[in-house]
């Protein structure tokens, strides 16, 4: 019901937007999020926006450069990547929430699949 997509393979400093499009239900009343996971890490906290969208997160490791939107009309949410670091690298997960705020990785409703953001140095 949740499709990531958008990665690759990117150069550092480089910049990539990812989408995450629902299908099969209307989330426009979930808040949405953004989860990253790297090979023998714990998925983390990377990006989340209310359904309004009036309130937005980020971890402290993406402030700055990246950037959360949503489009209810689209039933779709982006998350935009600046300024992208070797570090970056993981499998992105988008994920929605219907009651919790802030979003956790062990509270979310749905996750879709993720797609896999490399970052060359």
């Known amino acids: 019901q949740l499709q990531a997509s958008g990665g690759g393979l990117v150069q550092a400093g480089g910049s990539v937007r990812l989408s995450c499009a629902a299908s099969?239900?209307?989330?426009?009343?979930?808040?949405m999020g953004w989860f990253r996971q790297a090979p023998g890490e714990g998925r983390e906290f990377v990006a989340a926006i209310t359904w309004s969208g009036t309130s937005i997160k980020y971890a402290d490791s993406v402030k700055g450069r990246f950037s959360i939107s949503r489009d209810n009309a689209k039933n779709t949410v982006y998350l935009q990547m600046n300024s992208l670091k070797p570090d970056d690298s993981a499998v992105y997960y988008c994920?929605?929430?219907?009651?919790?705020?802030?979003?956790?990785?062990?509270?979310?409703?749905?996750w879709g699949k993720g797609t896999l953001v490399t970052v060359s140095s």
């Open positions: 994920g929605a929430e219907r009651s919790s705020w802030p979003l956790t990785a062990g509270g979310m409703d749905y």
């Open positions: 099969g239900r209307t989330f426009s009343r979930y808040s």
